[in-house]
């Protein structure tokens, strides 16, 4: 069975830094990998999604890299703001039908 | 396009009482899905669809009924409810690429607590 890992669970850092959010699962037989963005009380919102096929993927401030082999995916942001503070969910489409596995999401914030 | 809409946004039941949570999406996509978000569990598939009049069973389906009449909508029916079924209830929905579901995109939940 599929699991996915997230590393750290909580992230707290000063504007301006540039950070990496970690992903991790165990089974490299995925079909593609997304990102989302959850704000409190909120619905998730899909900022990057990366076929097995690709290395990386980039959104203005964001890149997500993706090394099938070893089974893990990086979430970048640039200069960081704190609009950007949110948790950030990473799930595994695992090729068949059942949907996505989901980690426990980075809980991240930017101080002014 | 308004993506996915989910109704009602909070809801409070009884110990045994039924409901639906309904949900719809405008973007005419093929596969939709159910998911729980509960606190330390992440979020976990309840059922899903590959189109209308096809469903199937997700990691955690006990006590929940679906149907897919139509392709835009997907409700999420509680049978009799449970303390166990507080939880946050998200719908997603993709278009499906090579037999696959695509980009997952989510609707704005609906939290329920159950008495």
């Known amino acids: 069975k599929q699991e996915v890992t997230q590393i750290p669970a909580a992230l707290s850092v000063p504007e301006g830094e540039n950070l990496v959010l970690n992903c991790s699962f165990t089974?490299?037989?995925?079909?593609?990998l997304q990102w989302f963005r959850q704000d409190p009380g909120k619905g998730l919102t899909s900022l990057l999604l990366i076929q097995s096929s690709q290395r990386e993927q980039t959104s203005g401030r964001l890149n997500a890299s993706l090394d099938k082999s070893s089974g893990r995916s990086t979430l970048y942001i640039a200069a960081s703001q704190p609009g950007d503070s949110a948790t950030y969910l990473c799930?595994?489409?695992?090729?068949?039908?059942?949907?996505?596995?989901f980690g426990k999401g980075t809980h991240l914030i930017i101080q002014p | 396009n308004a993506g996915v809409t989910q109704t009602p946004k909070f809801q409070v039941l009884k110990t045994g009482q039924s409901m639906t949570l309904q949900c719809a999406q405008d973007m005419n996509h093929e596969y939709m899905s159910w998911y729980r978000q509960d606190p330390g569990m992440g979020l976990r598939l309840i059922h899903y669809?590959?189109?209308?009049?096809?469903?199937d069973q997700g990691e955690v389906p006990n006590g929940y009924n679906v149907s897919r009449s139509t392709t835009e909508d997907f409700p999420l029916r509680l049978l009799s409810a449970a303390p166990s079924q507080t939880s946050v209830y998200f719908c997603a929905s993709s278009y499906v690429h090579l037999g696959l579901p695509y980009e997952q995109y989510f609707g704005p939940g609906t939290r329920l607590t159950v008495t």
């Open positions: 669809s590959v189109g209308a009049g096809i469903t």
């Open positions: 089974d490299s037989a995925i079909y593609n």
């Open positions: 799930a595994v489409n695992g090729g068949g039908a059942d949907g996505l596995t």
